[in-house]
């Protein structure tokens, strides 16, 4: 069976007809070409496909496209700031080294970006619980944790444009 | 991590829900969450021919004081049971469960009815529905029924939902100012309960074992006992009365069942603070 979606991806209104199958998660990667949401597990347990519903962290492996229409996506090529600027949690990532091999990092990027959005000055704590579905296996965490603290202590980061 | 196909309806209405299942009969499942049912059909051990979505079914997502009552819609998620006023003044216990469920993005579609139904033995939310002695709310073609939370979970992942039945709501007595507490075992945040703990005191006290049955276990002796006030050490002696915990990589059934007492003691500490 398809299904014909209408999806807000980006700010982009996106229509495609699809499986009624087809996970959110390669609707992205597939129709839309956006591979920058990974997929780590077979078991949605990792979070590397995290991507905000509505402005809300959801694990876009375990939700189906013909579920969601007429609701806003966020994923990865959409965390930048309007004038290309790296977003204050994409910067503390670069300062504070957030990453080594990255796979797990668009995930990282956007759960931490939602903590942020409702919680903008964290404690270390409350940051290790808001990234319990996430899973790294190359950092130990230490510096994902100082990355989104440093996004908390620039809000108002920008770089002036697209480097 | 492809599922097998399927056709796909939505409900609008518990109405359209209940006649939706008529029409697609025993081959239909209802999509809630999706956090319990994606991943099995992501792995194919489960393969409906027919996904009914009730997401988009409004009426079903609440929280409202009714009387000595607090009601919550069977499509609430986690998430907002987590954050709601009204659960963490007259039920604590279930707003701290609900933020005890796996991890922030869980939260964020996985449901309180989807939970319930799933009947899951590791779960989280239907220790905290029985402890608190909860009534579920069941609609079918000939109306709506009710069922203690004691005699709803019927086996490993049964409940007495009947086919062509949908759980509509929970009805939950309100536990103001009472003692609780929940003792979550796990070795990785995220990770279900290797076993668990959920302590309900006050007027109506009860207390519920995760993972220490083939189904989510209400400890009867031991709720007895509390309700009797008898002693710690007296409640400690039954608390594995009934229980029939699984033995897997985790813990055998002896550790299972020390880890019981020793979370019960645990959390007695706790609710009297
Ligand atoms: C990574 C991960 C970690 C998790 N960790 C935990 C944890 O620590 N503790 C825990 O308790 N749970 C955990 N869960 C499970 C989670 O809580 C699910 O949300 C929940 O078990 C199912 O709710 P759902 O709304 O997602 O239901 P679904 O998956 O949509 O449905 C589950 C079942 O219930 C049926 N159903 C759903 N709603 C109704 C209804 N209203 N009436 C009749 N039938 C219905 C469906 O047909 C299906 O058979 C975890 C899940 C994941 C993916
Ligand atoms: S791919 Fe691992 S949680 Fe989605
Ligand atoms: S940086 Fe490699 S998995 Fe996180």
């Known amino acids: 069976m398809t299904i014909r979606t209408s999806i807000t991806v980006n700010g982009k209104d996106t229509s495609r007809e699809v499986e009624a199958r087809t996970l959110l998660v390669h609707y992205l990667r597939e129709e839309l070409g956006l591979t920058g949401t990974h997929v780590g597990c077979d078991t949605s347990n990792c979070g590397a496909c995290t991507v905000l519903l509505d402005g809300e962290a959801v694990k876009s492996c375990t939700v189906f496209a013909a579920q969601i229409h007429d609701c806003n996506i966020t994923t990865i090529e959409g965390a930048a700031q309007a004038d290309g600027s790296f977003s204050p949690v994409q910067e503390g990532f670069r300062q504070e080294h957030g990453l080594q091999c990255g796979y797990c990092t668009p995930g990282m990027i956007m759960a931490s970006t939602a903590l942020l959005t409702e919680n903008p000055n964290p404690t270390e704590e409350e940051i290790r619980h808001a990234l319990e579905g996430n899973l790294c296996r190359c950092t130990g965490y230490e510096m994902i944790v100082n990355a989104v603290r440093w996004a908390a202590e620039n809000p108002n980061f920008t770089s002036g444009g697209a480097k | 991590m492809i599922p097998a196909q399927f056709d796909y309806v939505e409900a609008t209405s518990v109405a359209d829900a209940i006649r939706l299942l008529a029409e697609h009969g025993d081959e239909a499942k209802l999509l809630a969450g999706g956090h319990s049912l994606i991943p099995l059909m992501k792995l194919r051990l489960v393969t409906p021919a027919t996904l009914i979505d009730v997401t988009h079914i409004k009426e079903l997502s609440y929280i409202k004081e009714d009387g000595n009552n607090i009601v919550i819609g069977a499509l609430t ?197």
């Open chain 2, 77 to 273: 998620r986690h998430r907002d049971i987590e954050e709601s006023d009204l659960v963490k003044k007259h039920l604590p216990l279930v707003a701290h469960v609900a933020g005890e469920v796996g991890d922030p993005q869980v939260r964020n579609r996985g449901t309180i009815g989807g939970s319930l139904v799933h009947g899951d033995p590791a779960a989280d939310l239907p220790a905290a529905a029985l402890a608190t002695g909860a009534t579920m709310v069941i609609a079918g073609k000939n109306g709506e029924r009710r069922i203690s939370a004691q005699d709803f979970f019927v086996d490993f992942l049964e409940t007495d939902v009947q086919p062509g039945e949908i759980l509509v709501a929970i009805e939950f007595p309100k536990h103001t100012d009472a003692g609780w507490a929940y003792e979550k075992f796990v070795r990785r945040a995220m990770d279900y309960s290797i076993v668990g703990v959920a302590l309900q005191l006050g007027a109506k006290p009860g207390v519920a074992l995760v993972n220490m049955s083939n189904k989510p276990h209400l400890a009867v002796s031991a709720s007895q006992a509390i309700g009797k006030g008898a002693a710690i050490a007296d409640v400690l002696a039954v608390i594995n009365d009934d229980t029939n915990p699984p033995e897997d990589l985790n813990a055998t059934v002896e550790y299972r069942q020390h880890l019981a007492r020793v979370l019960t003691q645990r959390a007695f500490a706790t609710a009297s603070k």
